[in-house]
């Protein structure tokens, strides 16, 4: 089939729905499918069977940076990539366009006047995600909702990324097609061949042993510092009684100003020489940081989408000490991970039984390898796209 592929963010980098739309449009070129990925001016250029790469709005010089989640910079890109993709259904006439997140009325609009079956790639809730991140738009929620159920009723398949944005589609009653099709486990292998075959330099791998040479145990946390996070929850717990003293945490990633201010919160709290803030690195290293790694935190506050590292923790044979919300319970349990409330007192017990009781340590980092094997391999997202994309 001849696919159009939607990807309204940075293409390739280094975050969540990027790596996901690497490997959707590797396993869709490898099946024999014909990609056109319409995509933004940022990142780079990755080789994958079968896809062409466009980029829209190379001209913009005001567009050259924007965050992560939706702003007016973003809005006028994806304006100018609706353009380009009127333009290529025009010239080309898919039979599938696969639209991720807000592209979607990109695709319903094409697939209007043009044709071709609409598959909504449902990386996470726009009308949770908006409000979440712009309270002051919560008197609006209802009709976001509106607009978001729409885009679902009217898409021909909904690929959800986890159980809650399933459940969400069934709130809107659409007789649409819902496909779970979770994240991978193994993504860093699976990114890793890819990327090689790009310009990106390669960088040393930190020797973990090195850092906080005094703390026998390390503890690691990847990911942003955004408050909803939790690194303040897990510093918290560590000025607590029952985190054991010989428990020192690693931080990769965050931005210079949230590392500046979690840092000033360990100086408070007398732990700075506990915690050791690396800055980001690349992702295709992650496999070799949670190797020297001896126990894995995700200590997120709140929100249902399950975060991409959650698979890839799971494969890496370590015990994971997660907080006992959605994000994380949709797949994680008591056998794969030490679950605890999002306090720093339930925090700190679950540390000290993960360092105390060496036995239950082995027994959920050996679960959770188990379960990414069976549930969260590449191969396993493979056969699930495909069996998705036969049934279209």
Not at 30 to 37: E, K, P, V, Y
Not at 78 to 103: F, G, P, T
Not at 276 to 297: E, M, W
Not at 348 to 353: N, T, V
């Amino acid at each position: 089939m001849k696919i159009l592929l939607l990807a309204p963010q940075p293409f390739y980098s280094e975050r969540g729905t990027p790596i996901a739309v690497l490997n959707l449009a590797t396993v869709l070129g490898r099946l024999g499918h014909t990609i056109d990925l319409l995509t933004f001016p940022h990142g780079h250029n990755v080789m994958v069977d079968n896809t062409t790469i466009h980029r829209v709005g190379r001209w913009l010089p005001l567009l050259k940076r924007f965050p992560v989640g939706f702003s007016f910079r973003k809005l006028g890109l994806d304006c100018v990539m609706l353009l380009k993709a009127l333009q290529l259904c025009r010239k080309n006439r898919y039979d599938v366009i696969h639209a991720v997140e807000e592209s979607v009325f990109i695709a319903l609009t094409c697939s209007k006047l043009f044709g071709g079956k609409v598959v909504y790639d449902m990386d996470s809730s726009m009308s949770d995600q908006l409000v979440e991140r712009y309270p002051k738009l919560s008197f609006i929620h209802s009709s976001l909702e509106k607009a978001e159920g729409f885009a679902v009723k009217r898409s021909d398949h909904v690929l959800a990324v986890c159980q809650a944005l399933a459940d969400k589609c069934a709130q809107y009653t659409a007789p649409t097609p819902v496909t779970i099709i979770e994240d991978v486990a193994d993504n860093c292998t699976a990114v890793f061949e890819r990327a090689t075959q790009t310009n990106m330099p390669a960088a040393a791998i930190d020797d973990l042993s090195k850092t906080l040479p005094d703390l026998p145990t390390k503890m690691l946390y990847v990911g942003n510092l955004e408050h909803y996070q939790g690194m303040g929850l897990v510093i918290e717990a560590m000025a607590h009684s029952a985190t054991p003293n010989s428990l020192g945490c690693i931080v990769i990633g965050g931005e210079q100003k949230d590392i500046a201010h979690y840092q000033a919160q360990a100086k408070a709290l007398n732990i700075s020489n506990r915690i050791a803030f690396l800055g980001p690195r690349p992702v295709n290293d992650l496999s070799a940081y949670l190797q020297q790694a001896d126990i894995l935190v995700s200590p997120r506050l709140k929100g249902k989408n399950t975060p991409m590292k959650i698979y890839t923790y799971l494969g890496a044979g370590k015990p994971l000490v997660a907080t006992n919300i959605a994000s994380h319970t949709q797949v994680l349990d008591e056998q794969t991970s030490c679950l605890v409330a999002p306090n720093a007192e339930a925090m700190a017990s679950g540390l000290q039984k993960v360092v105390a009781k060496p036995s239950y340590a082995k027994s959920i980092a050996e679960a959770a390898q188990q379960a990414a094997t069976a549930r969260f391999s590449f191969a396993t997202f493979a056969k699930r796209i495909e069996t998705l994309y036969a049934s279209l």
